[in-house]
């Protein structure tokens, strides 16, 4: 049983995702050093004095959360914005799963917490140079629609002008002297 929990709390303590244990209610009962780095925490006793509510951005996503966890029983992938220690905020992805006693009552929710910023990052980044790229192609179809109406208007105008020219020049030659 003891080599079972070291491997255990050895297995918690040195996972690079971030584990927790928190209450229905949102009282936290556990982190793993991971958790506490997400979060930017620098020791444990700080994040377990926490509610779990009171990291989260928008309150309304732990109600969201929750609602899916006890509506199913889990929550795979919900992606979600946290706040860290310094203020600052973060994006998570985070697995959460219900503990049941052996009276099959809730327990406890534990699950997995990955920093997903970096990606968020990258997503926005991309979006944004999809954008810059649309609107650079849209302003290339103005430019070249200017461009075409222009040149072809003044061509046309060109082409009117000579023909009139050529025309009256025809008309008068065709003429008997007497008429001109």
Known sequence: LRKSEKRYR???NSIPI???RTTPEG??????????????YPDRE?????KSLETYVDPDDRKQFQHLLEEQGF???FTVRLCRHDGSRTWVTINTSIAHDTDSQMTYYEGAMA????????EEKIHELSHQLMQAQEDERQMISRELHDTV???????????DLIYAELSNNRLP????
């Open 46 to 50: 700080g994040l377990l004095q926490l």
């Open 177 to 180: 002297e007497a008429q001109r």
């Open 18 to 20: 971030g584990l927790y």
């Open 115 to 122: 920093d997903i910023s970096d990606r968020k990052a990258s």
């Open 10 to 12: 050895d297995l918690f």
């Open 27 to 40: 009282s936290i009962l556990d982190v793993n050093p991971a958790m506490l780095n997400i979060l930017g």
């Open 75 to 77: 929550v795979h992938n």
């Open 153 to 163: 208007a003044q061509n046309l105008s060109v082409a009117k002008i000579e023909s």
